[in-house]
Each structure stands twice: as C-alpha cells, then as structure tokens.
C-alpha cells in the first residue's frame, strides 16, 4: 500500500512538471518584442494567454548618464543614467560643487557693475580696551558719480565720491577674480584662498568669504586686523557687504 501510494505521488509530479514544461509548446510561446523590465533587470515577456515564461532575462547595461538637472547653491541637480538595451533609466542626485570659469564670468563682469549699492556692515573691537561699536556705510554707485553714506554714533553724512566710480567698479571686480576663490560646500559660499584687495577700505583680508543667489552676488564677508594710528590700538573688524541694485546675466539652466 505505501509503495503505491509513493508511485501515485511520483506519478502526479511527473504529470505536472510535464503540464508546465510544454505550457508554451501547446501554444508556440510568442514573446513581446518591446522589453519589460524592474530596476536591475529588462526581458521579453511571453504574450500568450496564461503564460508566464521570459526570454533573454539580462541585467541592464547603463550608460555614461547625463546630466538633466543642473545643479545650483540651492539645489542638487540630478544626472539620469540609461540602459543601452531596453531604455529604462534611472536617476542619481548630483551636489553643487562650483561654477565654472565661464559662468562666474557671466557675473562678475565689470558691466553688471554700473550701478551697484555696497551696504557696508562694521563691526568694530578693540580688545586690550574691552570696547567695541558698530558702524554702516552705504555706497551708491552710477556711471557717472558715486554717493557715500556713512552712519556711526547715530550720525549720517553723505558726500560724493572723489574718483572714477567706474575705476572703483573695476577693482570689485579684480577682487573677485575667479582663481582667488574656492567653493566651500559646507558653508554654501566661496572662500578666498589667500589675500584679497579690498578697494573701499584698503584691506587685505585672508578669512573673506562671497555668496551667490540665483546667478547673482549678494554677499560678502571678512575680518582683519588693523592697528589706529592715533590710538596705537589694536582693531579687528568683521564685515558684511550685501551687494544691492544691480545688473547682471543671469547664469543658463542647461
């Protein structure tokens, strides 16, 4: 009795394994020529009528990919990567890491620098007196004057500029020349290398920094140390300048 019985089981797996390998020769399996596929792998499905089986079932072949957003200070940009077999694609994101020469150039260009306001933020110590204040100056440039505003100890004078305002828009832009400058992903902003020129103070800070916003410059920041010739005392300074009012070419998505 268990000898049939095992024969009996024997026998209806053979039957099925049978029914199953010769599913597609009962109906000469057809496959799709357009590809299926999942994330890793593309195949032909059969199209037949309760047919499951698949042919040429391979993993993608992906290409070089291509960046199709671009990446900005604001934004990640994202490179699309397709398979060169069944086009499926496939997306990483991509960090900002800088501007090249070209489009930095596009900005900082002596053009965009016709009619510019500098705001001028001064934060002033002296620490062998423990003191410390603060004062604001305000530069408004034309092509044909420039205007200063200054502001400390709650007064405000205004006078012309005695010089060239286009001159002084020249030497913003030798300042922020593109290899003096080196992107810092961490604080979103570039990082002069070394010494730059500071035209309206005639400082030459180490520590400055310079940040962009939608294809235009808007910031900077720097401390040095100086010492009063009247006082003999040391001074550091920590400003910012917010750049203000001006033109510029706006950097191309793609």
């Known amino acids: 009795m268990k000898r049939t019985l095992v024969l009996?089981?024997?026998?209806?797996?053979l039957f099925s394994t049978l029914a199953v390998l010769s599913s597609c020769n009962e109906h000469e399996c057809t496959f799709a020529t357009e590809w299926s596929h999942d994330d890793t792998d593309h195949w032909h499905a059969c199209v037949g009528e309760d047919c499951v089986e698949i042919s040429e079932k391979a993993s993608h072949?992906?290409?070089?990919?291509?960046?199709?957003?671009?990446?900005?200070?604001e934004a990640d940009g994202v490179k699309t990567y397709t398979c060169s077999v069944c086009s499926h694609t496939k997306t990483e994101s991509v960090p900002f890491t800088g501007m090249t020469e070209d489009e930095w150039d596009l900005i900082i260009h002596l053009n965009n620098f016709k009619n510019y306001t500098l705001d001028i933020k001064m934060l002033i110590a002296t620490p062998s007196v423990d003191a410390q204040f603060n004062s604001k100056l305000i530069f408004k440039f034309t092509e044909d004057a420039t205007y200063m505003y200054a502001q400390s100890a709650g007064q405000t004078n205004e006078e012309t500029y005695e010089g060239s305002s286009m001159d002084l828009a020249a030497d913003v832009v030798s300042m922020f020349d593109y290899d003096n400058f080196t992107y810092d992903a961490d604080i979103k902003a570039y990082r002069a290398k070394g010494k730059i020129s500071v035209p309206w103070d005639d400082s030459e800070p180490t520590d400055a920094t310079i940040r962009f916003e939608n294809g235009k410059l808007v910031e900077m920041k720097y401390s040095y140390t100086t010492k009063d010739e009247d006082s003999q005392l040391d001074m550091n300074f920590d400003n910012t300048v917010n750049f203000t009012d001006y033109g510029t070419t706006v950097i191309p998505n793609s």
Do not use: D, P, V, Y
């Open 8 to 13: 009996l089981l024997t026998l209806a797996l």
């Open 61 to 73: 072949t992906w290409n070089n990919g291509e960046i199709t957003t671009k990446a900005t200070q």
